[in-house]
């Protein structure tokens, strides 16, 4: 299994980014996909998870409406579209798949600042 993320990067606040993740060695379209993040000092958090088809999202609560999850399964990919970016969301951030069990990304960080 292997998940590579792409995307982040040192945003202004109010910003945009679009994380990506690339997925190989499982069966992409049979998987529930994730996005985490944990920012120093704190626990990982789940973001936003995908159901395998693309058609149910779950978000959390700190983020919904700012943010998107979704996927290619054609590509094996699953994106996240962050809007309206906080300081406090800075974070690394995980690509996850759900495959009897968690299998986890190396993260990319995103940093918000001015």
């Known amino acids: 299994v292997q998940l590579v993320e792409s995307g982040g990067g040192l945003v202004q606040p109010g910003g945009s980014l679009r994380l990506s993740c690339a997925a190989s060695?499982?069966?992409?379209?049979?998987?529930?996909m994730r996005w985490y993040r944990q920012a120093p000092g704190k626990e990982r958090e789940l973001v936003a998870s995908?159901?395998?088809?693309?058609?149910?999202?779950i978000y959390a609560d700190s983020m919904k409406g700012r943010v998107t999850i979704s996927r290619d399964n054609v590509k094996n990919t699953v994106d996240l579209q962050m809007n309206s970016l906080k300081v406090e969301d800075t974070a690394v951030y995980y690509c996850?798949?759900?495959?009897?069990?968690?299998?986890w990304g190396h993260g990319t960080q995103v940093t918000v600042s001015s």
């Open positions: 060695g499982f069966t992409f379209s049979s998987s529930v």
């Open positions: 996850s798949a759900l495959i009897r069990g968690l299998y």
């Open positions: 995908i159901s395998s088809a693309g058609s149910s999202t």
